[in-house]
């Protein structure tokens, strides 16, 4: 991790198991501390260096009871080549305007969020946000974090993703879009928009958060080759099982990562 000259003490807590949301039977637990005061954005940069993610003006990183499933990816930004359905999806959105803003939120985005919880994560905690909940995971942050809009010709909002802008890259925290215009492929048009971005600002990562390999929620990560991980050794290539070889250090199998 890098060093950070802290000027108080730092103090990590161990959140209570909850039900994993991601993987039935499983017991989720969190290592977390807050993100506050001169050294917020310094040690933000170095704790999502060694795998960590921001919610609110909290830092997080799973510490389940017998399970390493969530593995924090980032996509090399330099080394992405998008494939043809990519650069289709690109082009199907090709008239979308897209505004950057800064962090705040909006009676417009909630109703967007809201509908889209009520499509896609209906019965989850999310579903349950109220305007001010929502305006908390907006505002509530320590860091450089701004929104991007996505709007149609009529100027109807149809997709927003919160990003926190580090050193190194872009770091998607929540993306949602419009749930009647799945066919735009929406959320993955903003992941490629993150990555130009990122080329654009010469930044060599776009930070993904966790993928796990047995989760159909996070199966979408893996399209974006190509992803480092991080395991107990550091940032390694994570190779998916039938893909090429590649030069470099020996890439981490799912199934490794997941040991």
């Given at each position: 991790?890098?060093?950070?000259?802290?000027k108080?003490?730092?103090?990590?807590?161990?959140?209570?198991?909850?039900?994993?949301?991601?993987?039935?039977?499983?017991?989720?637990?969190?290592?977390?501390?807050?993100?506050?005061?001169?050294?917020?954005?310094?040690?933000?940069?170095?704790?999502?260096?060694?795998?960590?993610?921001?919610?609110?003006?909290?830092?997080?990183?799973?510490?389940?009871?017998?399970?390493?499933?969530?593995?924090?990816?980032?996509?090399?930004?330099?080394?992405?080549?998008?494939?043809?359905?990519?650069?289709?999806?690109?082009?199907?959105?090709?008239?979308?305007?897209?505004?950057?803003?800064?962090?705040?939120?909006?009676?417009?985005?909630?109703?967007?969020?809201?509908?889209?919880?009520?499509?896609?994560?209906?019965?989850?905690?999310?579903?349950?946000?109220?305007?001010?909940?929502?305006?908390?995971?907006?505002?509530?942050?320590?860091?450089?974090?701004?929104?991007?809009?996505?709007?149609?010709?009529?100027?109807?909002?149809?997709?927003?993703?919160?990003?926190?802008?580090?050193?190194?890259?872009?770091?998607?925290?929540?993306?949602?879009?419009?749930?009647?215009?799945?066919?735009?492929?929406?959320?993955?048009?903003?992941?490629?928009?993150?990555?130009?971005?990122?080329?654009?600002?010469?930044l060599p990562?776009?930070?993904?958060?966790?993928?796990?390999?047995?989760?159909?929620?996070?199966?979408?990560?893996?399209?974006?080759?190509?992803?480092?991980?991080?395991?107990?050794?550091?940032?390694?290539?994570?190779?998916?099982?039938?893909?090429?070889?590649?030069?470099?250090?020996?890439?981490?199998?799912?199934?490794?990562?997941?040991?």
């Amino acid at each position: 991790m890098d060093h950070i000259p802290l000027k108080r003490p730092h103090f990590f807590f161990t959140t209570a198991p909850l039900p994993c949301p991601y993987l039935q039977g499983r017991l989720e637990r969190k290592i977390v501390t807050e993100l506050s005061g001169p050294d917020a954005e310094a040690l933000h940069e170095a704790l999502s260096r060694a795998g960590f993610r921001r919610s609110h003006s909290i830092a997080y990183t799973p510490a389940c009871p017998g399970c390493n499933a969530c593995v924090p990816v980032r996509i090399l930004v330099d080394d992405f080549q998008p494939r043809r359905t990519m650069r289709r999806i690109v082009k199907m959105n090709a008239g979308l305007q897209i505004r950057q803003s800064p962090a705040r939120a909006t009676a417009e985005q909630y109703r967007l969020f809201s509908r889209y919880q009520e499509s896609r994560h209906a019965g989850g905690d999310m579903a349950l946000m109220g305007f001010y909940d929502y305006r908390s995971m907006v505002e509530d942050s320590p860091i450089d974090t701004f929104l991007v809009e996505f709007r149609g010709a009529d100027n109807q909002l149809k997709a927003v993703v919160l990003t926190d802008h580090m050193s190194d890259g872009l770091s998607a925290v929540y993306s949602f879009y419009d749930p009647e215009s799945q066919a735009a492929s929406l959320g993955s048009y903003m992941i490629l928009w993150l990555i130009e971005e990122s080329h654009r600002l010469g930044l060599p990562y776009v930070y993904l958060g966790y993928w796990i390999a047995d989760s159909s929620k996070m199966s979408y990560k893996a399209r974006f080759m190509p992803l480092e991980a991080f395991v107990p050794g550091g940032w390694r290539l994570l190779k998916l099982d039938g893909e090429a070889d590649h030069d470099g250090p020996p890439p981490i199998h799912p199934s490794h990562a997941l040991r």
